[in-house]
């Protein structure tokens, strides 16, 4: 994912960090925040090739709401939305956005990421 650039949103501190680390490994260019109100906010000023979202953050907005705002912003970029144990949802996600539910691994955050982007390239 070398040079990608990928919109982290995810307010457990530690986890935050985990996620960014495991994305700069693959060479992804990571910007990470600690609500959907402060992704939404980015997502206004630069373009992102994808996004992963907590669904649960502090503030107005959440990551369903953020995953909505990058899908209407930018259609093409992958959002990926996570959760512990809350599958299901009050709205729909996006068209082409992917669900993995915590706990995660590394193989699977990536391969979600990854598998995105290979589906976006055929379209």
């Known amino acids: 994912m070398n040079n990608?650039?990928?919109l982290v949103v995810e307010d457990e501190p530690v986890l935050r960090e985990f996620i960014t680390l495991i994305l700069e490994d693959t060479g992804a260019e990571v910007t990470a925040v600690e609500t959907a109100d402060e992704g939404i906010?980015?997502?206004?000023?630069?373009?992102?090739?994808?996004?992963?979202?907590?669904v649960r953050t502090p503030g107005g907005a959440d990551g369903l709401d953020l995953a909505w705002a990058v899908h209407d912003r930018f259609p093409t970029a992958l959002v990926v939305v996570t959760s512990g144990g809350?599958?299901?949802?009050?709205?729909?996600?996006?068209?082409?956005?992917?669900?993995i539910e915590k706990p995660w691994t590394a193989d699977q955050l990536i391969s979600a990421l990854l598998s995105g982007s290979t589906a976006q390239g055929e379209s």
Request: glycine share 4%; charged share 35%; net charge negative.
């Open 4 to 6: 990608t650039r990928i």
């Open 86 to 99: 809350h599958d299901d949802f009050d709205r729909d996600l996006p068209e082409g956005a992917k669900f």
């Open 41 to 54: 906010a980015l997502i206004n000023k630069r373009p992102w090739a994808a996004v992963v979202t907590d």
